[in-house]
Nanobody, 125 residues
Framework: QVRLVESGGGLVQAGDSLRVSCVVS????????MHWFRQAPGLERQFVAA????????FYEDSVKGRFTISRDDAKNTVYLLMNSLKPEDTAVYFC??????????????????WGQGTQVTVSS
């Protein structure tokens, strides 16, 4: 089946940049809309960014607009999230998710076909 594996998380200081990646295997990556969600301790999973299957359109949660950029490389079956000007409140486990269809903003299980295990991003003050 399809597997999504995130990487690139780590510990950074406020104001730094970090790029996390999600590699998709076992499926037709170019057909999937791709999403990033995050979940901080004690909080519910939150939408961060999404990109359509074609890569033509991107969407962002308000708090990351202007700071984060989602992109995809179909040749590498990879979706990226470049995070600039990181803040302590960005600290969370970042998950990627795929959907064989259009963009969805709510992390309901029925909305997505596959999820990765997540990668930890910690931003110190």
């Amino acid at each position: 089946q399809v597997r999504l594996v995130e990487s690139g998380g780590g510990l950074v200081q406020a104001g730094d940049s970090l790029r996390v990646s999600c590699v998709v295997s076992g499926g037709t990556f170019s057909r999937y809309s791709m999403h990033w969600f995050r979940q901080a301790p004690g909080l519910e999973r939150q939408f961060v960014a999404a990109i359509t299957a074609s890569g033509a359109n991107t969407f962002y949660e308000d708090s990351v607009k202007g700071r984060f950029t989602i992109s995809r490389d179909d040749a590498k079956n990879t979706v990226y999230l470049l995070m600039n000007s990181l803040k302590p409140e960005d600290t969370a486990v970042y998950f990627c998710a795929s959907r064989n269809g259009g963009i969805r903003r709510l992390p309901a299980p029925s909305n997505f076909d596959y999820w990765g295990q997540g990668t930890q991003v910690t931003v110190s003050s």
